[in-house]
């Protein structure tokens, strides 16, 4: 049995490996764009299939595919959105424009499995076609799109779950921690008390407000070009067919999506697109706020903050023994700006679409997936191995509040700002905690000093106000 064989596209023939469902297009944007190895996201393949199942489908009903061979490419797309062909995604992810080699990949793939089932040799396209069956009705220009806009929202999904497993974490660590006073920073200089529950609260609101802006991501996204064929006008394709595929991809991925209200916008336009990459950006830089404040707090231990200690995953040092580093911090830090930067890149991608059709989608595909891929794989692992094993140092937070410049704010309704101040300076000079100065000093009774500077009095003071 031959190695190869021969298969011809419009520049001519070209040898394929005989086993490959890919075919010649496929061949020669591997050899076109030998640039960084990295393949599709296994989000944009499952959405593809469930794109060109859904065209099938809705060719068949309209009568422009007939039975057989639109059988045979459903069963093909089913399972290729099995993830049966992932190996067979040979185009790297940087491409020709629009996608183009993705969606001829996508074809060949579907159209070999296709003539397989029905028992004719691989690369008989006199049968059925890349460009004619598995891509009727179609265009990379609408196909492409469609199928982005599915797979951000798949990946998404998973995205949200994985924050919604490290918000938890938080929470859980705020109400063991809710009863430990200790001094705030503002500026990084002393501030007025919070409780280290508090701190980790805070955290987890604001990953929570970053979730509460999905819904409006969704919703752009839910609006698809698919039935706009290359410009938006839905040439070559039947009556009815827009709505029709529209409805079977809904169908098949369980997503609300939308036949797009100006299909010529659609086509043109990727804000949507954008709007997800901008989402994540603003998930990334949370993160980075809260893991450079876990670095700080559990600095140390003895020249740091040393309020928390972290869970010791891994020795910190080649050189120096019992070192423990903030490990899982810093690789959150390292992934999120990656998303930062991934984002910048969406950015230039969506301004760089001239007149009917955006030619950077397939770099907005890998940054975008790829991203939401990062974050969704390591988040649940921050929140087990960075969060969970997380424990307080009361005595050492204790012993910051103490000493903190900042409580005196709470005596300036009795004594006035400036005296307050001089007392402060005094008591730093003297080596003592204010509470202790005001008392031996005489300036305050050690009852009065208890009822504003106690530990009862600190952690009042670490509430909101009603």
């Not at 069963?75 to 940087?94: L, N, T, Y």
């Not at 996608?99 to 003539?115: F, P």
Request: net charge neutral; aromatic share 6%; with cysteine.
């Amino acid at each position: 049995m031959s190695e190869t064989r021969i298969e011809k596209d419009s520049l001519g023939p070209r040898e394929v490996p005989a086993s490959a469902y890919y075919g010649v297009q496929s061949v020669r944007a591997r050899e076109n764009f030998p640039v960084s190895g990295e393949r599709a996201s296994p989000y944009l393949i499952r959405a593809y299939a469930r794109v060109k199942e859904a065209c099938a489908t809705a060719n068949m009903e309209l009568g422009v595919l007939d039975a057989p061979r639109g059988e045979a490419i459903l069963q093909a797309a089913r399972e290729m959105a099995q993830g049966k062909f992932d190996s067979e995604f040979i185009v790297d992810v940087f491409q020709a424009g629009a996608g183009t080699s993705t969606n001829m990949n996508v074809n060949e793939i579907l159209a070999n499995r296709a003539l397989e089932i029905l028992g004719r040799p691989r690369g008989d396209y006199a049968h059925v076609s890349p460009n004619d069956h598995p891509n009727r009705s179609q265009s990379t220009n609408d196909s492409f799109p469609t199928a982005l806009h599915v797979a951000i929202l798949f990946a998404l999904e998973d995205v949200e779950r994985a924050v919604g497993t490290l918000r938890d974490a938080l929470l859980r660590k705020a109400e063991e921690f809710r009863e430990i006073p200790k001094a705030g920073r503002t500026h990084l200089k002393d501030a007025m008390p919070v409780t280290l529950g508090a701190e980790f609260g805070a955290w987890a609101s604001a990953l929570e407000r970053i979730r509460e802006g999905l819904p409006r991501v969704r919703e752009g996204l839910r609006e698809v070009p698919l039935g706009g064929t290359a410009v938006g006008s839905g040439v070559n394709t039947p009556p009815g067919y827009r709505s029709a595929a529209v409805t079977h991809l809904a169908r098949l991925t369980g997503l609300p999506l939308q036949v797009a209200r100006d299909p010529f916008e659609t086509m043109q336009s990727r804000w949507a697109a954008l709007a997800a990459s901008g989402w994540l950006r603003s998930l990334a830089v949370e993160l980075i706020r809260i893991a450079n404040d876990l670095r700080l707090l559990s600095s140390g231990p003895a020249t740091g903050l040393d309020e928390i200690r972290i869970p010791e995953v891994q020795p910190g040092s080649s050189i120096m023994p019992a070192k423990v580093n903030p490990s899982m911090a810093e690789c959150l830090n390292q992934l999120a700006f990656h998303v930062v930067g991934s984002d910048t890149a969406v950015m230039l991608a969506t301004q760089a679409g001239q007149l009917e059709i955006n030619v950077m989608m397939p770099l907005m595909a890998y940054e975008i997936l790829h991203s939401a891929t990062l974050l969704a794989n390591y988040l649940p692992v921050f929140a087990q191995k960075g969060i969970d094993g997380i424990t307080a140092q009361p005595e050492r937070c204790e012993t910051f509040l103490l000493g903190s410049s900042a409580l005196a704010t709470v005596l300036t309704p009795r004594l006035g700002y400036l005296r307050v101040a001089e007392v402060i300076k005094k008591a730093a000079a003297s080596g003592m905690n204010p509470r202790d100065y005001l008392v031996k000093e005489g300036i305050l009774t050690a009852a009065e000093a208890e009822s504003l500077l106690g530990p009862a009095a600190l952690r009042k003071l670490a509430e909101p106000v009603p």
